[in-house]
């Protein structure tokens, strides 16, 4: 069995990510002053700070007539939602997601 040293996040290059199709490795074989200490994560509650949007950070792009789409359906299934077909709620993430989208 190989050395087991401290948990470590590697982050790769874009170079690194073209020839290994991976962001990100998770390893545990780096000796233990290779390793900075560091924790990573996100918080439950965290969202997208939209205002930082063009400062560096490119927001996805939607074909417009996509999103039409996908506006016509949601407001498909609120009426339905409306009028008892559909649990109450259902809509709601959905039309916050396309609104995100937008």
């Given at each position: 069995?190989?050395?087991?040293?401290?948990?470590?996040?590697?982050?790769?290059?874009?170079?690194?990510?073209?020839?290994?199709?991976?962001?990100?490795?998770?390893?545990?074989?780096?000796?233990?002053?290779?390793?900075?200490?560091?924790?990573?994560?996100?918080?439950?509650?965290?969202?997208?700070?939209?205002?930082?949007?063009?400062?560096?950070?490119?927001?996805?792009?939607?074909?417009?007539?996509?999103?039409?789409?996908?506006?016509?359906?949601?407001?498909?299934?609120?009426?339905?939602?409306?009028?008892?077909?559909?649990?109450?709620?259902?809509?709601?993430?959905l039309a916050d997601l396309l609104r995100v989208?937008?």
């Open positions: 069995m190989g050395y087991i040293g401290p948990l470590s996040l590697n982050v790769n290059s874009d170079n690194n990510v073209a020839q290994n199709n991976r962001r990100f490795n998770l390893n545990a074989n780096n000796d233990p002053s290779d390793v900075a200490p560091v924790v990573v994560g996100v918080p439950k509650n965290w969202k997208l700070d939209r205002s930082v949007l063009g400062r560096g950070t490119v927001a996805p792009k939607i074909a417009p007539e996509l999103l039409r789409r996908a506006e016509a359906s949601v407001a498909k299934l609120d009426a339905a939602e409306q009028a008892g077909a559909l649990a109450q709620g259902i809509t709601k993430p989208l937008k």
